[in-house]
């Protein structure tokens, strides 16, 4: 009975130890990380700014002169520093940044600085909305 018994283990024992290898969790190939992604699209957002976000116009600060340069520039100006250029709209631009990241979100940031990553670079997004490129 012992010797049959005996059999039987060494005979089942390769067979238990893969299985034992087959069950046991696989060790991940590539760990995500929660703030990394790739950049999708960066676009530019331009924004007219009008009333208080223009000059002040209750300061004057002296004469100004307006000479066109080119063909149908028009005509040159003359006046307070208020008055002149006037009609020109004043913008301010800032930037969307589409992040996809490893886990499957989508984070947009804004930044009024231009950025320094383009459309399939590589980025991590830190906790102050910075982002900085990835060398994997």
Known sequence: MRILLACLLVAFAPWSGAQLKKDLPKEPSGLQCADCGVVRSVRTL????????????????????????????GKPEAGSSTRVGKDAIATSESWEIIVRMEDGRMRVLNVTQRPDVREGDKVLVEPNGRLTLRAD
């Open 46 to 73: 331009t924004k007219e700014l009008r009333g208080a976000d223009t000059t002040d116009d209750a300061r004057q600060s002296g004469l100004v002169a307006s000479v066109p340069l080119g063909k149908g520039g």
